[in-house]
Every structure is written in C-alpha cells, then in structure tokens.
C-alpha cells in the first residue's frame, strides 16, 4: 500500500537553517549578521529566478526573529515550540500571502488593519510572495505601513520579476538578489539527497537531473522525484550539441535534423532556440571567462572544444542570428521556420551575405593557415601564334585583372604590363598569363592591400589625396613596394605629391613600413595586352584644388530664359 504521507523532495529537504542554504551566501550572512547584531530591518525585497529559496529563507528569517534559543550566531535552534510551529506552518506570528490571488486593494486593506495587532511571539513577520502581481492601487494602499510598520512587525517581500515592482516599494526595503546555483553546488545537493533517501540512482542520470534543474533546487529535486519513480533520468533531446557539432563541420543539414528532432520529441521551437542561444554562449565564454560558465566538466570540455574551433567571429554571428530568431518568433506565424532559417545562415556562411558572414570566412581561412601555391610553369611557345585574345569587358573588381592569356607581340614599344613607370625605376616584368605578383616577405599581399585600401586607407584620406587616389588601384607587390596604377602620366605626376601621405595611411594600418610605385596604366587594349578598355587618357587633368564654386544663379522667368534662348529678341505685349 502506498505510503500516503509521502512527502515531495524539494519540501521534504527544504533548508531550515541559514547555512542550508545553498548557493545564497552573500544573502544569508547579511541576515544572520543583522539578526545576531539586532540591526533587522522592517522590510526586504527577495529577487531572483523560481527555486533559489527565496520563499524559504523568509520563513528561516521568521524563525530566527522568534526562537527562543537563538544561538550566538544569528541561527534558529529549530527545535523550540516557535521554531517547529513555523516549520509546520501553524504559527501565529508568520502570515504567508499570495498576491498573485490576493492582488486587490481590499486584501491589502486587511492586511494593514491587521498588521497593528499583537502578536503571540516576539516578531510578526509578513510573507508576500510575486508581490510583483500587487495591483498599482493594491501596491500603494501597502506603502505607507510598509514604509513605517508597527515595531514588532516586518515585511518580506519576494518576487520572480523585480522589475515589475514598484520603484517607490524598492526604496522602502533592503532588497537582496537571489542566484541560480552553479553546476557544482547543485550537483552535490542532489547527490547528497540521492544517498540519504536512497534512491539508488546512477552518476549519469544525476548529472541528467543537474542538467534538467538549470540551476533551480526546486526544479532539479522535482526532477530527482521523476527519476526515481522512472528508475532512471530521462534526459531532453541533446538538441544544441547537435547544433554545436553542425557548425563546426558546417553541416546545415545535422543541424536542421536536430530541430526536426526535437520537434518530433514535442519540444517547443522557442525553448530550442533559448537551448542553443545559451550553449552558444557557454562556448564563447569557455574560451575567454571560463569561470562564468557552470557545466559539469565533461560538457564544459565539449563546448570550450567547439568554441576553440569555431573562434569568436563565428560565435558571435550565430549569437547574433539566433537570438535576432528568438525576438522574430514573437510575432511569427511558424516559429520553427525562424530557428531554421537562421540555423542555415550559421552554419553555411556562404548562404549569407552580411558583413559577418564574409568576416567569418576570412576568420576561418586564417586558422586555416597559408597553403602552398602549386608551381606553375610557363607554357612552351606555340609553333604559329594563336589568333589575339579578345579583351574582356569592364574593369576587374577591386583592382582584380579579368582572365586573360595574351599572346607577347615580336617587338612591343612599351612594357606588355600596360603600365608606364615613373622614369628610373626597373621595368615590371610580363609573363604570357597574368597573375597577382606574390607579396615579398614582410609586405603585405595585393589582396590585403586592396581589401584595407576600399575598406578603410582611402575613405580615411583628406580631399586632395582621396580625390587623385580613388582612380588607381593595385596591380601587385614587387620587391618592398606595392604597385600602385593611375590612369595616365598626367594623374600620376600629380597623384606624386601626396604620394607621402598615403604611404604613412598604408604604414599605419599594416604597422609596418609600406612604400608604394606610381605607375601609370595604358587604357589602349592591344593584342598583346589583353587589358581591360578604359577612357581615354587625359593629358590636363583639372587640380580638384584650384575649382571654385559657380556663382549662385538668380531665378528667371520663362520670358527671361527665352530671351537668353534667341537674342535680340524682344518682348510684345498683346493689345
């Protein structure tokens, strides 16, 4: 037969004592400390998340207010007539109130006609549970006697949303925050219980129970009370490891499998997203403030793991994209179209677009590490030319040439590179098919130079520098310095005047010595020289310096401007 006085387990070992709470120090020594000083308050404000023991520390406050063998540190015996009627919920001197169901004004009416009677102990202790859930007219009827009460009357307010109360309650009370407990403390208290009730569970379901508690006593031992029912803990869909797992292999597939599979197992699309959100988070903090996160050690291994191989740029991304799924699921016709959407963009970057994808694929091509370039070898000359390439359209982006083999001509005025150099330095060496010369050793490479010079040297220029430079791009590195090509001489002769300040913008943001080669590009496509067509050269470029605003022009009337239209004519006025 049943044992029908069976107790739960969260009120079966419910602390009775200040140092039974755990994971609330900085909450407890302050109250056994002003109870042991007789400096108690007349009211408190206890925050914090469901099943810290916020309800239980009142009560243990209550007990120590009225015990009749309080000892020299501020603890309730327990044991005494006051002490036992309040563990068993038959005192006098403790009234429990649930605003949640005595919200109105009239419930706190009672309360404060009430509060000014005596009492059958030394203290008369209100508890008022989610006081958040006071009405404004409720909340204010208790604020003058909240604010001065009878001596031997306080108040203990606790709530799970402190910031729904009322700021004028807050500035009437001492107000204490209450904390989820860390994986550790929360472990041993359910181990603790285990083998004192002897439930005879096993290490692995423990850990499942510490896991599904998330932090909350109440919660973990409610779940401790399932599993020993089960004969085993059951454990939820491990959805955001499979997540974890899917963006370091960049597999939206697994990772779009997970969420079906936690859907199918019932689990809610939101409370999936809040899954992975924070096992993205615990990753990112592995790496940076391990301390912060509160795992077991075989999971805190698992997510320090993926962080390390997913570097903070990815990490961030999908915090970003995941939570901004989160907010989107809101309003939402089908929430788990969200979570997938931005699952795909996490783990396929090239999916997406944005700033933070593009950075993210940089990011992983430098842990990447360089690779080796295979050597390519010239090919051998042809035994009859082949017919002229035909030039391709358009300038390369970024400073980029577009494909291209050229075919050399027998005898070519000017440098097959298209490019005419500032007089005394050495010629630019062609070969039959172009490519991007490699960056020498200490220089940064065309590409990056490119990349820092769109992004940020040249938008970072003054006028006169930014206006000559924004026509030229880079064509290569050779030896210490970077090529730098403008559309004709002219440009680059006066381009060569602030050649000195872009040469300090450059060292600046590579941090080290970068010295540039004006060059001027030949916009004449040849046979030889497949290069892209541009607009002709101009031998007299206006200095950008020297224009001056046209001078305002006065408004004119139609007749006006017909006059300027057709001179001598003149204006008829009809009879």
Known sequence: MADETYQSLYRRYRPGRFAEVLGQDHVTKALR????????????????????????????????????????????????????????????????????????????????????????????????????????????????????????????????????????????????????????????????????????LADDDLDRVVRRGNGSARDALSVLDQAAALGEAEDDVAIAPEVLAALVDADPARALSAVAAGCAAGRDPRRLAEEVLAALRDAFLAGRAPTLVELPEPEFAAVAEAGRALGPAALVRAMELVGGALADMREALDPRVSLEVALVRVTAPEADISAGALLERIERLERAGPTAAPAVSAPAPPASPPPAARPTGGRGALGAYRGGTKTAPAAPATPASGHERVPGDAPVAESNVVVAPAAAEGMPSRDELTKAWGDTILPGLKGRARALFAAGRFVGVEGTKAVFALPDRAHRDHAAANQAEVEEALSAHFGRRVAIDLVAEDRKPTAAAAVVAAPPDDENPHDVSELRDAPPTRAESPADRLKTAFPGSQEVEKA
């Open 33 to 200: 400390n002003a109870v042991r000083d007789g400096r108690v308050g007349h009211g408190y404000l206890f925050s914090g998340p469901r099943g810290t023991g916020k309800t239980s520390t009142a009560r243990i406050l209550a007990k120590a207010l009225n015990c009749e063998k309080l000892d020299d540190d501020g603890e309730p015996c327990g044991v005494c007539d006051s002490c036992t009627a309040i563990t068993t919920q038959n005192s006098f001197a403790v009234i429990e109130l649930d605003a949640a169901s005595n919200n109105g004004v009239d419930a706190m009416r009672d309360l404060v006609s009430r509060a000014s009677l005596g009492t059958t102990g030394l203290r008369k202790v209100y508890i008022i549970d989610e006081v958040h859930m006071l009405s404004t007219a409720a909340a204010n009827t208790l604020l003058k006697t909240l604010e001065e009460p009878p001596s031997h009357v306080v108040f203990v307010l606790a709530t799970t949303d402190e910031h729904k109360v009322l700021p004028t309650i807050k500035s009437r009370v001492q107000h204490f925050e209450f904390r989820l407990m860390g994986a550790s403390t929360l472990g041993e208290l359910v181990r603790t219980i285990n083998a004192d009730a002897g439930l005879g």
